[in-house]
């Protein structure tokens, strides 16, 4: 049963930072790309960062360019985003997600196999 388990997210102020952090199991991690996604009530499921099987390959949605990273260990079977300069619109739920097409980097939620419960992330003014 493959299960991906979100943590590190919270409450901070405008600028501060968060790391958020994806534990997978019940896959094959390595063989997988893997991207974090967030939903804010009322809007839909958006992109947020992606990175391939191997971590050569990284894209970030334009509104966290710059102030999102995103990681991965194969070795841990974890997934990490950082985030840095926060700002009130990047509160939302935080979701990662596994996709098996690894020929691929996809953006798009729909192409994603496997999502986790989501992390809450809340950015104060």
């Known amino acids: 049963q493959v299960q991906l388990v979100e943590s590190g997210g919270g409450l901070v102020q405008a600028g501060g930072s968060l790391r958020l952090s994806c534990a997978a199991s019940?896959?094959?991690?390595?063989?997988?790309?893997m991207g974090w996604f967030r939903q804010a009530p009322g809007e839909e499921r958006e992109f947020v960062a992606t990175?391939?099987?191997?971590?050569?390959?990284?894209y970030y949605a334009d509104s966290v360019t710059g102030r999102f990273t995103i990681s991965r260990d194969n070795a841990k079977n974890t997934v990490l985003l950082q985030m840095i300069g926060l700002k009130p619109e990047d509160t939302a739920v935080y979701y990662c997600?596994?996709?098996?097409?690894?020929?691929?980097?996809?953006?798009?939620?729909?192409?994603?196999?496997?999502w986790g419960q989501g992390t809450q992330v809340t950015v104060s003014s």
């Open positions: 997600a596994a996709d098996r097409d690894v020929f691929r980097v996809w953006k798009s939620p729909n192409k994603y196999d496997y």
């Open positions: 990175i391939s099987w191997s971590g050569g390959t990284t």
């Open positions: 019940g896959l094959t991690f390595s063989s997988y790309n």
